[in-house]
């Protein structure tokens, strides 16, 4: 952890004693109406001892929420405390290690940036104020199933809207609320490795907690000499988000998505019972949290995977620049042809990031394999390079373990978190047919005419005779499995952006998935990576899989103790303009 960010923990520690902002809300009608959770300031809300007692009842592990940039305001306003967060306010440390500040800057929504208020360098934004915004009012610092139980249990008894923060990473804000009390599972990062035996399974697993992040996930299965499925970013939770919406990763060609992997789940459920999920045990609720969202069906404590033996990985980068727009181009459909070849060499995936002019292979990841069967695979692409007289810097080797292949490859990649993302699945018959790649190429060339634009094609095989699973098995959607890549667009935004733009942002994403969309009609979306407030949310989010997600979340849920958007069912409430969330 560098210096800056342990400053920032520091930080934390000082503006939490202000408590204050959790409890007054004086803007806030004050409404009674038991069809909206109520809110600060609403008479409904709880008193400050009725807080207090729950505070008693989970050992003094709650929390007061308060906005990191806190420090940038009030009479104890800090300079430099400011300038530091200023500096680091698009990294992902401090809202990594923080109970209710999350990544996401559309929904932060400047309710409380350090480049407003009495330090920002622009005089006409010195008098905006710091408010609570989005973020959840408390948060109870999840140890074990009874703390977890205590907090579904209040906010379902006293009628407050809950959430559920685990790392933070998410896209779409579900992973916050206003005035809500949220369970952050973070320290729950227990990993153990075992024999299972099930009637479906029979073989290694790992049993993780939901905090535990992917490179923690990696480095714990390297250690006990497996490989698990997790993310390309080696800060998601692997137990959280990641795997309840199918979760990608650099192992999704040789195992599938994270949700064909999953054995069972330890979970809280609505009404407060701590269970198992399993195929034979509340089967339907272990098919609809292997990949049909996070945080609406129950709060997740750990889930179990299958583990595999570990081996050599082979890797590789491969990057270029072109100028020549149509040479550029014409690289980038020939990228997209070749990737048919590759789906067809088993583990062999590919994510490569796209701006205007460049084209950067992250890496290969290519288990078992070779630097030959690498180079093997690529060669037909090199040789479409060469014919277009563009020459690629490159880099392929093998490692002993996953584990080193991962850290090798992914050790150059830096994380922030001032973009906003959409994407599509994109079929293989859509690669195939030459009118329909076209169109495609179309699509993304206006996409990088947009200013701070890139987009990102990973390709896996994910099928099911990859994921040794059939169809129906979980709720991750089909459109996966006819699928050649998904397609990450991209959006980077000015760390001091406005709301305003940001909402901007927001619908030209809406747009591209759009686009993208009329190109290939019949596929879907990876809801993790898509925005909040899609028209097509139910089609592409979801599928054939919507029906049954609500039928059973209607059974497990049935007050809506859960709610996000665009979770399953989400529309039988309504986030009111002043943040009320009321019954429709
Ligand atoms: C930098 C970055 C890189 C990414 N890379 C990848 C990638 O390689 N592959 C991929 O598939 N996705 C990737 N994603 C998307 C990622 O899968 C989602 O953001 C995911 O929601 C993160 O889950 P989390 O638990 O880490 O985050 P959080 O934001 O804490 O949670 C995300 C959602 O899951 C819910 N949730 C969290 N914990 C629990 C729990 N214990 N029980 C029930 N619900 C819970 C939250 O309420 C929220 O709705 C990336 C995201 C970012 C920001
Ligand atoms: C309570 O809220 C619901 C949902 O918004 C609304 O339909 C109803 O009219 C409200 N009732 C009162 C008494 O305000
Ligand atoms: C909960 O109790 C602990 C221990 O007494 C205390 O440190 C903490 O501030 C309390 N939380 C709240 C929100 O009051
Ligand atoms: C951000 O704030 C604006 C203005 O208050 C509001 O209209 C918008 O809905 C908010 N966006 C989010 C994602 O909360
Ligand atoms: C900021 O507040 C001061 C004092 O109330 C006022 O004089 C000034 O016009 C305000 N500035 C802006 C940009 O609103
Ligand atoms: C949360 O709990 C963990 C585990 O007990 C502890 O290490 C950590 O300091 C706690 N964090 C906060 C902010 O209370
Ligand atoms: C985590 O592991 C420890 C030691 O094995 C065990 O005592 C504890 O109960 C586990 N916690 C959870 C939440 O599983
Ligand atoms: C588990 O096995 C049964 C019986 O073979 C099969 O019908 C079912 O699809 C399997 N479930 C999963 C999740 O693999
Ligand atoms: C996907 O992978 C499997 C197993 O390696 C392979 O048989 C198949 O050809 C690949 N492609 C498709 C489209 O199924
Ligand atoms: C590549 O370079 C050669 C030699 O300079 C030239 O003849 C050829 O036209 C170029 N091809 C392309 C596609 O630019
Ligand atoms: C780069 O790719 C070429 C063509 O496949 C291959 O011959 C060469 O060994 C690669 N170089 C490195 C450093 O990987
Ligand atoms: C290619 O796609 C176009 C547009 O969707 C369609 O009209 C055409 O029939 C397709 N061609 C083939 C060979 O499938
Ligand atoms: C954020 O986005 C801008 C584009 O507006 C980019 O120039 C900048 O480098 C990005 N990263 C950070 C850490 O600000």
Request: hydrophobic share 40%.
């Amino acid at each position: 952890m560098s210096p800056v960010s342990s400053l920032l923990i520091k930080v934390w520690a000082v503006v939490s004693v202000a408590s204050s902002l959790a409890q007054a809300a004086p803007s806030e009608p004050r409404t009674n109406n038991a069809s909206c959770r109520f809110l600060p300031g609403d008479a409904g809300w709880p008193s400050v001892s009725t807080w207090s007692s729950l505070n008693d009842t989970v050992g003094g592990r709650l929390i007061a929420g308060s906005p990191l940039a806190h420090a940038c305001y009030g009479s104890n306003a800090n300079e430099a405390i400011c300038a530091s967060l200023q500096e680091n306010w698009a990294t992902l440390d401090p809202f990594l290690a923080d109970p209710v500040n999350v990544q996401s800057m559309l929904f932060e929504n400047t309710s409380c940036s350090p480049f407003y208020g009495p330090f920002s360098a622009n005089a006409a934004y010195q008098n905006a104020t710091c408010s609570m915004g989005n973020l959840a009012s408390y948060a109870i610092n999840i140890t074990d199933a009874a703390s977890a139980i205590a907090g579904v249990n209040f906010a379902r008894e006293h009628n407050i809207r809950l959430s559920i923060k685990n790392t933070g990473h998410d896209f779409l804000g579900r992973n916050m609320g206003k005035g809500s009390l949220s369970l952050w599972t973070h320290y729950l990062k227990n990993a153990s490795f075992f024999a299972y035996s099930s009637a479906n399974y029979t073989g290694p697993a790992a049993r993780i907690g939901a905090g535990l992040q992917v490179q923690e996930l990696y480095e714990a299965s390297a250690a006990a000499g497996y490989r698990v499925t997790g993310g390309g970013c080696p800060t998601v939770g692997a137990g959280g988000g990641w795997v309840q919406s199918g979760g990608h990763g650099p192992l999704s060609s040789l195992y599938g998505l994270g949700a064909d992997q999953t054995l069972e789940f330890e979970v809280v459920t609505a009404d407060g019972q701590h269970l198992t999920a399993s195929p034979d045990e509340n089967a339907d609720l272990f098919w609809a949290l292997s990949g049909g969202g996070p945080a609406n069906f129950a709060l997740v404590l750990s889930v179990t995977m299958k583990a595999h033996e570990d081996g050599p990985v082979a890797g590789a980068t491969l990057s270029f620049t072109e100028d020549d727009s149509d040479k550029y181009w014409a690289a980038v459909e020939a990228w997209q042809r070749h990737l048919l070849v590759l789906d067809t060499i088993p583990g062999f995936q590919t994510m490569v990031g796209m701006a205007k002019g460049s084209f950067s292979l992250d890496y290969v990841t290519l288990p078992d394999g070779s630097v030959d069967d690498i180079n093997a695979g690529l060669a037909p692409f090199y040789q479409e390079l060469a014919s277009l007289n563009i020459s690629v810097t490159n880099d392929t080797r093998v490692h002993d373990s996953f584990w080193e292949h991962y850290q090798y490859f992914e050790g150059s990649t830096t994380w922030t978190r001032n973009d906003s993302v959409g994407n599509r699945l994109i079929p293989r018959d859509a690669v195939r047919n030459e009118t329909t790649l076209a169109a495609l190429t179309q699509v993304y060339k206006d996409i990088l005419d947009y200013p701070n634009s890139y987009f990102y094609i990973i390709a896996y095989n994910v099928t099911h005779t990859v994921a040794g699973n059939s169809r129906g098995d979980n709720a991750v959607i089909e459109a996966w499995r006819d699928s050649l890549y998904l397609n990450n667009v991209i959006i980077l935004n000015d760390p001091q952006a406005t709301s305003e733009e940001l909402g901007e942002y927001a619908q030209e994403l809406n747009v591209w998935q759009e686009n993208m969309r009329a190109v290939t009609p019949d596929s879907g979306a990876y809801m993790n990576e898509a925005t909040y407030d899609y028209e097509y949310w139910k089609d592409d989010y979801y599928g054939e899989t919507y029906d049954k997600l609500v039928e059973i979340k209607h059974k497990y849920d049935p007050g809506y103790v859960f709610w996000n958007r665009p979770g399953a069912g989400y529309d039988a409430y309504e986030l009111k303009a002043d943040g009320h969330l009321c019954k429709v």
